[in-house]
């Protein structure tokens, strides 16, 4: 894990905005310990719309809650934007790349069947459409796939790069333009991040 620090240091690097420069350079996408913190992003196939139902996203929640409960996942920061998520974790259980390929299975099912059953969802046989024909050209699933495959994590070594990264995870419904501040994007931890109260409880630093 990454030394002790405070947040009091992610306020006074509130203006960071930009993609990480470390990222954007790394091509080292792998978990190789984990024990230690990355940053992940996954999404949709063909980037689809899928989360501006609050249903959608809730279901998402609930699989983290326990992965959290049951598998040791730690989250550090997160957002769920319209078509894919950004998250920074590690775990004190189960092997990351176990936890998200459950949590990917888990979601990617339930997912499917709230599609199906939402009596509102006008882009229900759309999307149906777009996974069924995603899962029929990929060999590793039998008729439906909702998420990519990659995860592309990345591992956090020290202070300046995990706050790089919170901001970016933050402000990223601020930059796509759906909201003018970070904390009013309901589906990320933005809001709660200083006082750890907001929709799913972070693990603490230091």
């Known amino acids: 894990m990454i030394p002790p620090f405070t947040k009091s240091v992610y306020w006074s690097q509130a203006g ?3 993609f990480p420069t470390f990222i954007a350079m790394s091509r080292k996408y792998k978990f190789w310990d984990s024990n230690k913190m990355y940053f992940i ?20 929640l609930d699989s983290w809650k ?5 598998k040791g996942l730690e989250i550090f920061a997160w957002c769920i934007m319209p078509s894919h998520v950004h998250m920074i974790i590690s775990s004190h259980g189960s092997k990351l790349e176990d936890i998200i390929r459950d949590m990917k299975s888990f ?3 339930h997912i499917r069947k709230a599609i199906a059953a939402h009596p509102r969802e006008s882009r229900k046989e759309w999307m149906k459409w777009m996974f069924e024909r995603a899962g029929k ?10 998420w990519q495959h990659n995860n592309m994590p990345i591992e956090i070594t020290n202070q300046e790069q995990y706050f790089e ?3 970016y995870v933050h402000l990223n419904p601020v930059v796509a333009g759906f909201v ?9 931890s933005a809001g709660g991040y200083e006082k750890n109260n907001g929709l799913i409880v972070l693990t603490e630093l230091g």
């Open 180 to 188: 003018t501040a970070a904390e009013h994007w309901l589906y990320s």
């Open 137 to 146: 050209n990929n060999l590793s699933n039998k008729d439906w796939m909702f």
């Open 41 to 60: 992003s996954f999404a949709t196939v063909n980037w689809v719309d899928v989360f501006t139902r609050n249903h959608y996203s809730d279901i998402v």
């Open 107 to 109: 979601t990617s099912r």
């Open 165 to 167: 990264c919170v901001h």
């Open 16 to 18: 960071i905005s930009g």
């Open 66 to 70: 326990y992965c959290q409960r049951e």
